[in-house]
């Protein structure tokens, strides 16, 4: 191991639940091993960007939405008829530009086809998610936009604590949309909505709810 990685374990250990360590003039090769050595500690997201490496550790708010997206995301694939494929918070990275993240959940639509069957994903060759999942509640996510646009994420979702937002890339740069690319059904306020009733009437509650609307809205379009 290299002893810049040990030091960086060290500091990984001591860092508050919620808080992020920000380091400069990290090698792509100490953050290759770094992620390797972080395989067994679950929930902290690293980004690497041209030498600046951040990780977050994990929050215990994030969880419960993160899965509720991700549920809402398969169960509008089974109304809808629409191939998924889920990759959690899978690291992408491309060496040849020096960038890498770990959503916090990521899922292919469009090119799951492509994907089906992959073991490890290259992104050299491979497409990129088509959606990858932040949930930030501190804005902290907004230092990963220019990663993923580099690795050529076509699609962010962002849950802020209280409100989802959708972002499409757009000549590198991210863009507000109020409807997702990926699931052209699904508007940003929607999502909202069902969030908002999982947290008053229960996870389950509001799924079954939202299948039902799922249900009703691939019912009209069919028509």
Request: aromatic fraction near 8%; charge should be negative.
């Given at each position: 191991?290299?002893?810049?990685?040990?030091?960086?374990?060290?500091?990984?250990?001591?860092?508050?639940?919620?808080?992020?360590?920000?380091?400069?003039?990290?090698?792509?090769?100490?953050?290759?091993?770094?992620?390797?050595?972080?395989?067994?500690?679950?929930?902290?997201?690293?980004?690497?960007?041209?030498?600046?490496?951040?990780?977050?550790?994990?929050?215990?708010?994030?969880?419960?939405?993160?899965?509720?997206?991700?549920?809402?995301?398969?169960?509008?694939?089974?109304?809808?008829?629409?191939?998924?494929?889920?990759?959690?918070?899978?690291?992408?990275?491309?060496?040849?530009?020096?960038?890498?993240?770990?959503?916090?959940?990521?899922?292919?639509?469009?090119?799951?086809?492509?994907?089906?069957g992959r073991r490890v994903l290259d992104l050299e060759v491979d497409p990129p998610p088509d959606v990858v999942v932040e949930i930030d509640t501190t804005n902290e996510s907004l230092s990963k936009f220019s990663i993923y646009a580099a690795l050529g994420v076509p699609e962010i979702w962002l849950y802020d604590g209280n409100k989802m937002l959708f972002y499409q890339l757009t000549e590198q740069h991210y863009t507000e949309i109020p409807r997702s690319r990926a699931f052209p059904l699904l508007a940003a306020e929607a999502v909202t909505k069902f969030l908002e009733r999982s947290q008053t009437e229960g996870q389950t509650a509001a799924l079954r709810a939202f299948r039902q609307w799922a249900r009703e809205q691939a019912s009209n379009i069919k028509e």
């Open positions: 191991m290299l002893a810049q990685t040990e030091i960086y374990l060290d500091a990984i250990e001591h860092l508050p639940s919620g808080a992020t360590l920000r380091l400069r003039d990290v090698s792509w090769d100490e953050y290759e091993e770094l992620l390797a050595q972080m395989e067994n500690k679950p929930g902290y997201r690293v980004s690497y960007d041209r030498g600046r490496l951040e990780i977050m550790s994990p929050r215990a708010d994030h969880e419960k939405p993160k899965e509720f997206i991700l549920v809402l995301a398969r169960v509008l694939a089974e109304e809808t008829d629409t191939t998924l494929e889920t990759l959690g918070s899978t690291t992408y990275r491309r060496r040849k530009k020096l960038k890498g993240a770990e959503p916090d959940t990521s899922f292919y639509v469009q090119n799951a086809a492509r994907v089906i």
